[in-house]
Nanobody, 115 residues
């Protein structure tokens, strides 16, 4: 069964850090471009960062310099290190896996940035 399971969300104060993890199963992980999306209440789901199977990464302008995406193909896991968090980073964060033939979504994990 193909599955993505996110973890690591929670409540953090502005300026703080969180690391999200997304563990994949039932797939050839290295064949997939992995990405993190987020969706705030009342807004559309937008891409935050993505990383190719070979490790090439791209970021949304709003998170450049603060967030880092990485992957461990041996552990079939993708990470999102989030530093200098702001209130506007509050959202549900979704893991996404995309190949030539399919797209898979995780269930999402809530990140709340508030004092």
């Amino acid at each position: 069964q193909v599955q993505l399971v996110e973890s690591g969300g929670g409540l953090v104060e502005p300026g703080g850090s969180l690391r999200l993890s997304c563990a994949a199963s039932g797939m050839i992980f290295s064949d997939y471009t992995m990405a993190w999306y987020r969706q705030a209440p009342g807004k559309q789901r937008d891409v935050v960062a993505q990383i190719s199977g070979a490790g090439s990464a791209n970021y949304a302008d709003s998170v450049k310099g603060r967030f880092t995406i990485s992957r461990d193909n041996n552990k079939r896991t993708v990470y999102l290190q989030m530093n200098s968090l702001k209130a506007e980073d509050t959202a549900i964060y979704y893991c996404n896996a995309k190949s030539l033939f399919t797209t898979i979504w995780g269930q999402g994990t809530q990140v709340t940035v508030s004092s």
